[in-house]
């Protein structure tokens, strides 16, 4: 059985130095939670860390896929270990640099990613402002100028190395409380209802939260394998949640959007021109497909 964990330090076992209802995290008696021994002494030593340390962690149901992303060997290493002592945390891949962990996050999902900042190359921070969905990040680094930069970036947490065990625990932790809450937002969304043809707007999951999409406000939609675009004119930045165009072709009023390519659906309201099998409206050109191009000239309102 996979154990999740809350943190807290090891106290005496014995009866008379910790009573049973010692446990602050649980209030249980201390038969809830289950030591882990750090090991890899060499390791440890290294970076200025000690030998070992043990903690003790209240067993609950949920495992995070891990993936580390640093240059240095030795701090792969390290937290590599520290991903296997706690037994809520899974390895889902280890790299040296963002390339690799591209390769990663194309193949393999990846709830958690532990990411340096300064790599040959490319940066953590320019790696983590290129991706188009991000899993939890955790930037691990030995410079402390960059932190309110990346609080701007949406990470969890900012850990300097070398980084303690019990630093680490707490940050995973935090991860841990974030992945329930936005399991807990999943949950809620899928008893909402979708939209008809009637209705003004429809909710999705985007950015770890439920956002409205206002009918009238999108202009187009595009497709990324298990993913889609929703670009409204409200925001410079498109909505990304996770599903086919032909899931959210489905809440769309069918005589005020068309399906123009296999990656693009239109709002015909929207369109400002269309020339040489492009599709224009804004700033955003969107190719028109030959299988579709008829379908389009029907449905729009010109005259010949």
């Not at 850990?159 to 974030?178: D, G």
């Not at 939209?195 to 187009?220: G, Q, R, S, W």
């Not at 015909?268 to 269309?274: F, G, V």
């Amino acid at each position: 059985m996979k154990c999740a964990i809350k943190f807290h330090p090891k106290r005496p076992t014995t009866k008379t130095a910790a009573p049973a209802s010692a446990c602050a995290m649980c209030g249980g008696g201390w038969n809830c939670c289950i030591p882990i021994n750090t090991s890899c002494t060499l390791h440890r030593m290294a970076a200025g860390l000690p030998q070992s340390c043990i903690f003790t962690f209240k067993i609950e149901h949920m495992t995070l896929q891990c993936l580390v992303v640093d240059d240095e060997s030795l701090s792969r290493k390290l937290l590599e270990e520290n991903i296997r002592q706690l037994p809520f945390l899974e390895v889902a891949g280890v790299c040296k640099n963002p390339f690799e962990a591209m390769a990663v996050l194309q193949e393999k999902k990846v709830d958690l990613m532990f990411l340096d900042i300064q790599m040959p190359g490319m940066t953590g921070m320019t790696f983590l402002q290129g991706l188009v969905v991000k899993p939890m990040v955790i930037l691990v680094t030995a410079y402390s100028e960059y932190a309110l930069e990346s609080y701007a970036l949406d990470v969890l947490d900012y850990l300097l190395k070398p980084v303690s065990m019990e630093r680490f625990t707490h940050a995973a932790y935090k991860a841990l409380e974030e992945k329930k809450k936005r399991n807990a937002l999943i949950k809620q969304a899928d008893t909402l209802p979708g939209a008809d043809a009637n209705e003004a707007a429809f909710f999705v999951k985007a950015d770890y939260a439920l956002v409205k999409v206002n009918i009238a406000e999108i202009t187009h939609i595009e497709s990324m394998k298990d993913y889609i675009k929703i670009y409204v004119e409200t925001s410079k930045r498109p909505i990304i949640t996770k599903s086919t165009l032909k899931g959210i072709e489905e809440k769309l009023p069918e005589k005020k959007f068309l399906k123009v390519h296999k990656s693009f659906i239109v709002q015909l309201s929207k369109i400002a021109s269309i020339r040489n099998q492009t599709i224009v409206i804004g700033d955003h050109e969107i190719p028109l497909s030959d299988a579709h191009a008829t379908a389009l000239m029907q449905a729009l309102p010109y005259q010949k």
